[in-house]
């Protein structure tokens, strides 16, 4: 059983910055992601990152703003977002994958955090 704890959300105007982090209860070999979900849609892919190797991997609609990184002394996961576009507006949730193989598909996760928003204005 793994907990994970979001923080860093907030509001914030377009091209603006936020960095999430994600506080797992202990220690994985296993992929970290984070997901979104706006209103009225499917949760999606934003990022994710193994820990043996540190290779990250992100959607199209955030590579080149968004950056993901780990901490492995303090089991925490990053989430930096930069040039931010109301379009990012979502609730942001850190995943744990179930396995040692990266993924995109929420269904591959099986520890989930509780969520945090983000909000950005025009």
């Known amino acids: 059983q793994v907990q994970l704890v979001e923080s860093g959300g907030g509001l914030v105007q377009a091209g603006g910055s936020l960095r999430l982090s994600c506080a797992a209860s202990?220690?994985?070999?296993?992929?970290m992601g984070w997901f979104r979900q706006a209103p009225g849609k499917e949760r999606e892919f934003v990022a994710a990152?193994?820990?043996?190797?540190?290779?990250?991997y992100y959607a199209a609609s955030v590579k080149g703003r968004f950056t993901i990184s780990r901490d492995i002394t303090k089991n925490t996961v990053y989430l930096e977002m930069n040039s931010l576009k109301p379009e990012d507006t979502a609730v942001y949730y850190c995943?744990?994958?179930?396995?040692?193989?990266?993924?995109?598909?929420?269904?591959?996760?099986?520890?989930w955090g509780q969520g945090t928003q983000v909000t950005v204005s025009s």
């Open positions: 202990k220690f994985t070999f296993n992929p």
């Open positions: 990152i193994t820990w043996k190797g540190g290779s990250s």
């Open positions: 995943a744990c994958s179930r396995t040692r193989d990266y993924s995109e598909n929420q269904y591959e996760y099986n520890y």
